[in-house]
């Protein structure tokens, strides 16, 4: 699974819009990301 420029972008907003709404779900948006990434990159290396 290969994201590209554009998607990458449009979730940044999308992560960027929510943030400014709920300001204190930074956190959990934060460790989303950090996991999805890592599963992602774990998978990457199988």
């Not at 554009?6 to 989303?32: E, H, W």
């Amino acid at each position: 699974m290969e994201l590209s420029g554009v998607t990458v972008g449009i979730i940044t907003v999308a992560f960027g819009v929510v943030i400014m709404i709920f300001p204190k779900i930074i956190n959990y948006l934060i460790g989303i990301y950090l996991i999805i990434i890592g599963a992602l990159a774990i998978f990457q290396g199988l």
